[in-house]
């Protein structure tokens, strides 16, 4: 007979199967519970992090540097705003076809770079970029285009109107918009600005959705104390000098020794700071500042302020130079001529090598030292270029080291550490730090930069003395195709050989030179030229160097308006009122006026109606009249009119007036 079931079996298989599910549920919840403890608390942060970088990535959008503009306001550098080409790689769907696509609409398209696209796109990123800072007219091909995950945004790129002008001291500036040398690199954290941001948010998919940017803003801009004429001047002159010797560079500053303004500072080999990624690395080298060279006899200048500062030695001291060198141990040192016994003054006019090492000999190497430390030699003088090289100067000296330091060797020297050396010569003794940036302009305000005294370098009687022979050398020495009509110059020659890889002094190759400063007795600018390496026969400072420095110096006389301080034009007098008695007006000479002034037709009297009156007297006194003159401003009316018959040495009556001439007059000549 077969067992009957319990009536409450299926209770208990029940019990024992929700048993099971309870004991399964509350294991799962455990593991569930735990897995989100896991998630949410343990890695809570470095979820979030990563949800973030999926959903969301920030982009640095480079600041807008400020703008870098001359004394007058001429801009030298500036940012604009280019085109950017850039990818949401999860929006593309054939990477392919989009990189052929782009290929076609660029100007360069390299296999390098498509093979660098196609892998970009295949990161499927939310950002990449395609290519930066492209023309107007590729960002408008790409447009046209229309491509889905391809689009245009706008970027900041420094750009130099003016090309190769003032390029090694401006410097140049990268891809991120950071300075990368000169000034831009100096001042960058002022110019730099402050970046902005391109937040772009993806889904799940990473699929970008929406952007949200934040412009940056601009810097602040620099006015620098060059003269953007004049440095266009200074370097055209400094490039043809330079080819026309065949030399290997140059350079060439322009300073106000008043106050240590640089207005023109060129360096030869330049480069165009647009396409810098192009240019050899010693064509973007600040010569001026960078490169070291030994003097040669320009130092003879500071030799003999240090001798007449310590009353060693005065202009008319005699020192015997026969018989053209001198003997320090077991060196000859040798004069390029032979001379015998020639006053001090002569020394340093005729460059005398023998002269000058026994004006040293009598100082000694103690004082001759604390004078080359004093002139600014061995220190970085400047706060606004970066890379300044302090020179090299050697202490203690003994005797052969202090002869040659006496004559410009044995001691290395930047161009700006000698144009602002000399430049206290001729400002009556004062060292003033040299400096390129003369205000800071930012958040509407501007900020000058004062000058800056450092200390005083010899007295003001030391200064003119020496100032006296400077003037001799340009007169009648070394440094005569200097000579500017119309103005004293006082200035110094240099010409040193320069060392070989042997240690060896070349006898081929020279650094030539010449500094010098205008009008000597109130000077305006102290002008320096360095000639590296002339390879056309003559190497003297005095035929390579002096004859550039005659040019520029012409031209930036008539540029700055400065008065000619020998034989200068007479002043025009003229009557201050109609009561006022009619005096002739006294001219020069005929052959000092200028040879391009109208005469009028033969035999007839020139029209000078409308001409400031310096101009008609000069027009009519190469017509062989007397002119009388009437009031101020510009000639109004002449008695006899314009067209009557000429008689010679006639007088002609003029009247002037600030107002404009009558309508029946006409406008007048040129």
């Known amino acids: 007979m077969a067992e009957t079931p319990h009536p409450d079996a299926w209770r208990l298989m029940l019990r024992r199967r929700l048993l099971v599910v309870a004991v399964i549920f509350v ?15 343990v890695r809570h942060e470095e979820l979030v992090a990563s949800a973030e970088r999926q959903q969301m990535r920030t982009l640095t959008v480079p600041a807008k540097r400020g703008d870098i503009v001359d004394r007058n306001g001429r801009v030298l550098a500036t940012s604009v705003d280019v085109p950017t080409i850039y990818a949401v790689p999860t929006e593309i769907a054939d990477p392919a076809r989009t990189v052929a696509a782009l290929c076609r609409a660029l100007d360069e398209c390299t296999s390098e770079f498509r093979r660098g696209l196609l892998e970009r796109f295949a990161q499927r990123r939310p950002f990449v970029y395609v290519k930066r800072r492209v023309s107007h007219g590729e960002a408008a091909a790409v447009r046209g285009l229309d491509l889905d995950g391809i689009g245009l945004t706008e970027e900041s790129r420094r750009f130099y109107p003016n090309r190769e002008l003032l390029g090694p001291t401006l410097g140049f500036v990268g891809l991120d918009s950071r300075g990368l040398g000169g000034i831009e690199a100096r001042w960058n954290d002022l110019v730099l600005g402050k970046d902005g941001k391109v937040v772009v948010f993806a889904d799940a998919r990473r699929h970008a959705y929406d952007r949200v940017e934040r412009p940056p803003t601009t810097g602040a801009s620099l006015e620098l104390t060059i003269d953007a004429v004049l440095q266009h001047i200074v370097e055209r002159e400094l490039r043809n000098g330079i080819v026309e010797n065949r030399a ?51 130092f003879k200048a500071f030799t003999a302020s240090a001798a007449f500062e310590e009353g060693v030695i005065n202009p008319e001291t005699p020192i015997d130079c026969a018989p053209g060198h001198i003997n320090i141990g077991s060196r000859r040192v040798r004069d390029v001529h032979t001379y015998g016994v020639l006053t001090f003054t002569d ?32 220190s970085r003088l400047s706060r606004d270029l970066p890379a300044e090289e302090p020179g090299i100067v050697w202490s203690p000296l003994n005797d052969s080291g202090l002869a040659s330091v006496s004559m410009g060797y ?6 700006l550490q000698m144009v602002t050396a000399v430049s206290s010569i001729a400002n009556g003794g004062t060292l003033f730090r040299p400096r390129i940036v003369r205000a800071v302009v930012g958040n509407g305000q501007r900020r000058a930069i004062e000058a800056e005294a450092l200390r005083r370098t010899i007295s003001a009687d030391t200064a003119s003395t020496l100032t006296t022979v400077m003037e001799e050398v340009v007169e009648r020495g070394t440094a005569r195709s200097a000579q500017l009509a119309g103005y004293r110059i006082a200035g110094k020659t240099g010409t040193a050989a320069k ?5 060896t002094y070349s006898k081929s190759e020279y650094m030539s030179s010449f500094v010098g400063f205008l009008p000597s007795r109130s000077p305006r600018v102290t002008v320096l030229v360095l000639i590296d390496t002339p390879r056309a026969g003559r190497y003297y400072g005095g035929s390579v160097a002096a004859p550039i420095f005659q040019r520029i110096a012409s031209a930036t006389a008539r540029h700055l308006g400065i008065p000619r301080a020998v034989h200068p034009e007479p002043p025009v007098v003229v009557a201050r009122g109609p009561a006022a008695a009619v005096q002739p007006v006294a001219f020069g000479p ?16 020139p029209d000078v109606t409308g001409m400031a009156a310096r101009v008609a007297v000069r027009v009519l006194a190469r017509a062989g009249l007397t002119p009388e003159i009437v009031g101020t401003g510009l000639v109004v009316e002449q008695r006899p009119a314009a067209g009557e018959p000429l008689e010679p040495g006639a007088t002609v009556r003029l009247r002037l007036s600030r ?12």
Request: aromatic content about 6%; proline content about 9%.
């Open 27 to 41: 294991a799962w919840t455990a593991a569930i519970q735990a897995r989100l403890t896991w998630l949410q608390v």
């Open 410 to 415: 044995q001691i290395g020297v930047t161009p």
């Open 659 to 670: 107002s404009s001439p009558p309508a029946s007059q006409p406008a007048g000549g040129r």
């Open 248 to 298: 290997v560079g140059g350079v060439a500053i322009v300073m106000d020794p008043t106050n240590g303004e640089i207005l023109a500072m060129a360096s030869e080999p330049s480069f165009n700071p647009n396409a810098f990624a192009r240019a050899k690395p010693e064509h973007r080298r600040n010569r001026a500042v960078q490169d070291i060279y030994e003097p040669g006899s320009t």
């Open 590 to 605: 005929e052959s000092a006026l200028p040879q391009g002034d109208p005469v009028g037709p033969d035999g007839l009297l």
């Open 347 to 378: 020394v340093i006019v005729k460059s005398s090598n023998v002269g000058a090492i026994k004006a040293g000999f009598r100082l000694g190497p103690e004082r001759m030292a604390r004078y080359v430390r004093r002139f600014g030699f061995g």
């Open 499 to 503: 060392l070989t890889e042997a240690g």
